[in-house]
């Protein structure tokens, strides 16, 4: 299999902040099947908690309407 080509990049090293979810059992074999496609696509083992992080962050900078919305409230 080619390396896939992942909205996210290789892990940073980083230190946390505590927050729980809960996610629905569909969800949850998604991201399991993410950090397997990760894996192969960086040849890095990824345990699917650490991977959501990155996963926020880039649905945050990628959402415009977000942007545009949280710059208004800063006015």
Do not use: C, T, W
């Amino acid at each position: 299999m080619n390396a896939a080509e992942l909205k996210i990049g290789p892990l940073k090293d980083k230190k946390p902040v505590k927050f729980s979810i809960d996610v629905d059992a569909d969800l949850h074999s998604d991201l399991k099947d993410y950090a397997k496609v990760y894996e192969q696509a960086y040849g890095q083992r990824a345990d699917v908690k650490a991977l959501i992080p990155s996963m926020l962050r880039s649905l945050m900078d990628s959402d415009a309407g977000f942007k545009r919305a949280r710059r208004a409230m800063k006015d």
